[in-house]
């Protein structure tokens, strides 16, 4: 990357700079590569962040089958971690996880998991998992539940004879876009040996065209896991690591500490070879140290997070454009790699992480608000739906994490919380699940990328030209709204 005119003599954030347009020999978004070539199995630059209201099973294996990689939270028990892992790797890879009621539930039950948006879909199906042929009773599309009352039981409104393909007779993409638009129908099941064992929308046949999915040396969907500093980190480490984590991430506020240092050392030496994330930090001298210390890939970014109120709070921090930039160029020499953790709010952001060096981009709040993420949907007084979520660090966060102190200890630690503990993040109508927002992020960065000319990115991390711009240049770079 090199700044288009004079050097900044200040700390810069996202909307301080903008990327200048090259001269350009890729002719197509479809010619960029954004496998983000950091020693892990993504072949997509996006990691959803390990906070609880984020990242869970279901995300996780969702944005691996996409390419990305989801990062499964420290705060969970180890126990439940295990499951989480096992669950996202019990997934299918090459089609969807079908969400399966019973004939029997109700269309609430089914609005607190599924929304009532076009090219969803719940198959009722009778008796647990998994599920035999002979007891599916059909898919019921999800917009079917806009029109119903919530009491109604689900059995009564699926149409049987919806329309399987088996697993066997998928010869490609494209056939299963054609059989899908053939039926005139939003989803059809996939079947195996009898068994249910996934399903496919016309749009899942598409975008696996276009994603590649992020797999583990058996061809299972990757995910990551997380672990703080404290108490026995070799024994959770080797835990994950049996239970089939493919990148384990040392994760606390403050990371450039001696108990980062110490915990690096420690799981760097029990030979797991798998990547090790570590952070947070913003320095040059961070990535010195941690890399040192074990980590080959480091966490960069104090105090941008939406629900984050370290910065105001402590005033500690540095705008995340030049924290990217400084440890990225360290890491580099270094032969490790940076994940840009937090401040993105739009696909420029993205772009922009990337062209300061950054090899991926953590995603916290902005996921947050998916059909996919922890938790259950709920809609509030206007009828707009939302998921609730919360910062790593507030009171909320604390209570679960410390839960099983005594009340004297918790409350001690509950002084000290920081950031917000609860907060609505409202479902976008026009994208409502993660994919949605999949495809609008790369849609935007594959262009950054050509108007860089670049097709990869180490490419863009090389060709990347970025000028600094006025409040006002921001400003002027944002829609006009409709009602102008």
């Known amino acids: 990357?090199?700044?288009?005119?004079?050097?900044?003599?200040?700390?810069?954030?996202?909307?301080?700079?903008?990327?200048?347009?090259?001269?350009?020999?890729?002719?197509?978004?479809?010619?960029?590569?954004?496998?983000?070539?950091d020693g892990t199995p993504?072949?997509?630059?996006?990691?959803?962040?390990?906070?609880?209201?984020?990242?869970?099973?279901r995300l996780a294996a969702v944005l691996a089958r996409r390419g990305g990689i989801g990062v499964l939270p420290q705060d969970m028990p180890l126990q439940d971690l295990d499951a989480a892992i096992r669950e996202v790797k019990a997934q299918p890879v090459l089609w969807d996880t079908p969400l399966v009621l019973p004939p029997e539930a109700s269309v609430a039950d089914a609005l607190r998991l599924l929304p009532a948006t076009a090219g969803h879909g719940i198959v009722v199906a009778h008796g647990p998992a998994p599920v035999q042929v002979d007891r599916i009773v059909g898919v019921l599309p999800a917009t079917r539940l806009a029109t119903a009352l919530p009491d109604a039981q689900l059995g009564d409104l699926v149409r049987a004879g919806t329309p399987s393909i088996d697993a066997d007779d998928i010869g490609s993409e494209r056939h299963a876009f054609d059989v899908i638009t053939d039926a005139e129908v939003e989803m059809v099941t996939v079947v195996h040996h009898g068994h249910l064992v996934g399903t496919l929308s016309a749009r899942s046949a598409l975008r696996s065209t276009l994603y590649r999915p992020a797999l583990d040396a058996d061809g299972r969907l990757a995910v990551a896991a997380a672990v703080g500093i404290n108490g026995d980190v070799a024994a959770k480490a080797r835990a994950l690591a049996a239970a089939g984590v493919d990148v384990l991430v040392l994760d606390t506020a403050h990371g450039h500490q001696e108990g980062m240092l110490r915990?690096?050392?420690?799981?760097s030496e029990l030979g797991l070879g798998l990547p090790i994330v570590a952070g947070n930090i913003v320095t040059a001298d961070g990535v010195k140290d941690l890399v040192e210390a074990g980590a080959s890939i480091l966490k960069v970014g104090v105090g941008p997070g939406a629900m984050c109120t370290t910065r105001m709070m402590t005033a500690v921090?540095?705008?995340?454009?030049?924290?990217?930039?400084?440890?990225?160029?360290?890491?580099?020499?270094?032969?490790?790699?940076?994940?840009?953790d937090g401040g993105v709010r739009y696909p420029r952001d993205v772009a922009l992480a990337l062209?300061?060096?950054a090899a991926s981009v953590m995603v916290g709040s902005w996921f947050a608000g998916t059909i996919e993420a922890p938790g259950e949907l709920q809609t509030d007084d206007d009828g707009r739906i939302y998921k609730e979520s919360w910062g790593m660090a507030s009171t909320k966060a604390v209570q679960?994490?410390?839960?099983?102190?005594d009340a004297y200890e918790r409350a001690r630690k509950e002084l000290f919380a920081e950031g917000i503990s609860s907060s609505r993040i409202y479902l976008d109508p026009l994208r409502p699940g993660l994919e949605d927002l999949l495809d609008m992020i790369t849609s935007g960065v594959r262009s950054s990328f050509t108007y860089a000319g670049a097709a990869s990115v180490p490419e863009f991390h090389e060709r990347a030209l970025v000028g600094l711009q006025s409040a006002a240049g921001y400003e002027e770079g944002k829609a006009l709204p409709v009602s102008w």
């Open 1 to 37: 990357m090199e700044f288009s005119g004079a050097l900044p003599t200040v700390d810069l954030t996202y909307s301080d700079v903008f990327l200048v347009p090259r001269r350009s020999a890729v002719t197509s978004r479809l010619q960029v590569d954004l496998a983000p070539r």
């Open 263 to 267: 915990a690096l050392r420690t799981v």
């Open 317 to 340: 921090g540095r705008p995340q454009f030049s924290a990217v930039l400084e440890t990225a160029q360290a890491a580099q020499e270094l032969g490790a790699h940076v994940w840009a």
């Open 400 to 405: 679960a994490r410390f839960g099983r102190l």
């Open 355 to 357: 062209a300061a060096g």
């Open 42 to 57: 993504a072949t997509l630059p996006l990691v959803a962040s390990n906070m609880n209201s984020v990242t869970g099973p």
